[in-house]
């Protein structure tokens, strides 16, 4: 049972921080009384307390761009919300993804980041100074023979003790597999969402 307060401020409004449920993308910042709450929570439709139109105001009403809430959290100081949803369609009133104007896309952290690297470096193509270059200008059999061969550096590690060697070669096979992903033209995102299929 929550015990939100909506009184620590004077216009019995908290702040409703909305992330989509899959991705962990922020989309929007609304704020909500103690009715909108009860709303969103009968109807599992977001529902806010719109500041400029002095109402309620379900997301999506005009648009058909609603949220569908999946899970709601409130944090330690009682007066704060974080709603995760499932987004019909773009959330911000603009159309874009995110009110940030950004895509509302999984990111992983620090592989994401390496493969933006990879693809910059792709890009560039300079194969004196970049090795990501290099592999790739000796084409897609030469990639592939790669992770090969960095597959089996793993199997035969993990069959020894050596915890480091093990995870080196581990990175030395995700790195090679993105470089391929990425040859084929594709992401990690690509390959999640064969795996979010099957999970069905």
Not at 42 to 62: C, D, N, P
Not at 76 to 84: A, M, P, R, V, Y
Not at 165 to 170: A, G, H, P, R, V
């Amino acid at each position: 049972m929550m015990t939100i307060d909506f009184n620590k401020n004077n216009d019995g409004l908290v702040p409703a921080i909305i992330q989509d449920s899959t991705t962990k993308s922020v989309l929007m910042l609304g704020y909500m009384n103690e009715d909108a709450f009860k709303l969103t929570q009968k109807s599992k439709k977001v529902t806010f307390y719109s500041r400029s139109k002095q109402r309620l105001w379900m997301k999506g009403e005009e648009s058909g761009n609603v949220l569908h809430v999946v899970d709601i959290q409130l944090d330690c100081d009682n007066d704060t919300l974080l709603i995760q949803v499932k987004p019909e369609g773009p959330t911000c009133h603009k159309g874009s993804d995110t009110c940030w104007d950004s895509k509302n896309e999984a990111h992983y952290g620090f592989i994401s980041d390496l493969e933006n690297t990879i693809e910059s470096r792709i890009k560039v193509g300079n194969s004196e100074s970049s090795y990501v270059a290099s592999l790739f200008e000796k084409g897609i059999n030469k990639i592939a023979q790669k992770v090969g061969e960095e597959a089996v550096e793993v199997v035969i590690e993990a069959k020894d003790n050596n915890d480091s060697l093990f995870l080196s070669e581990s990175a030395d096979l995700l790195f090679h597999y993105l470089l391929l992903l990425q040859a084929k033209g594709f992401k990690i995102n690509d390959v999640v969402a064969v795996l979010k299929e099957r999970e069905k």
